[in-house]
């Protein structure tokens, strides 16, 4: 089946720092992913959808200027969270779009991000 | 605002039973998808129920759809402890393809 990887699994940073987390499709072409930060115990709610080659869309309430997203590729999507505060402590999950055969969204692994 | 919600919010029972879950949305569908996340981890996907099927069945997974009371059920048989897990209901919204989760029912089940 389609597989989606992100990278890192896990990191940690200190305030003020900016992460970059990384969405690839593995065996497929995604022209469309999507980045969901998920809390403890709570539902996953979609930050943006990223597009290949134009600006995301973000969902309302989200910072762009504070979770930029770059799709630079059909295989590849980042989310840079700038200027960390705890308060951006969360589990981050991207998905990509098959949009060529099954237009199903494959779910990347996650990303957990703590920021001390 | 959510679309789909699952009930119960936690389930715990023994292996060998069978556990149900259920999933009410709001707004008419084209689909609903189920999906399973093992703590701390990503989500796979399970089985996608169109709004003209009434049940569908994949394994030991059983999944119904009701679209005049909008509301769904997965059904695990014969349970395992490997099925710990979370369970999200996620519907399409306004007309678009993205899905909207639910807040997910924690399955609990003891060896």
């Known amino acids: 089946g389609a597989v989606v990887s992100q990278h890192p699994s896990w990191v940690i940073c200190k305030s003020g720092t900016s992460v970059k987390i990384e969405c690839r499709s593995l065996d497929f072409q995604a022209t469309t992913m999507f980045w969901y930060r998920q809390f403890p115990k709570q539902s996953l709610m979609l930050m943006a959808t990223s597009n290949e080659g134009s600006k995301a869309t973000y969902e309302q309430g989200v910072e762009k200027d504070k979770f930029l997203i770059n799709h630079a590729s059909l295989t590849l999507s980042t989310l840079t969270v700038t200027s960390a505060h705890p308060e951006d402590s969360s589990f981050y999950i991207c998905?990509?779009?098959?949009?060529?055969?099954?237009?199903?969204?494959?779910f990347g692994p996650g990303t957990r991000l703590t920021v001390t | 605002s959510q679309q789909g919600e699952e009930d119960p919010q936690a389930l715990s029972i023994q292996e060998g039973e069978n556990a149900t879950m259920n999933c009410s949305y709001k707004t008419s569908i084209n689909n609903l998808q189920w999906y399973r996340q093992n703590s701390g981890r990503g989500l796979v996907h399970l089985i996608l129920?169109?709004?003209?099927?009434r049940e569908k069945h994949s394994g030991r997974l059983r999944v119904t759809l009701d679209t005049s009371k909008k509301s769904s059920s997965l059904l695990i048989t014969a349970s395992r402890a490997a099925d710990t897990a979370s369970y999200f209901c996620?519907?399409?919204?306004?007309?678009?393809?993205?899905?909207?989760f639910g807040r997910g029912t924690s399955l609990i089940v003891h060896p």
């Open positions: 129920i169109r709004s003209n099927e």
């Open positions: 996620a519907t399409p919204t306004g007309g678009s393809y993205i899905p909207t």
């Open positions: 998905s990509a779009l098959d949009s060529l055969l099954t237009y199903e969204q494959y």
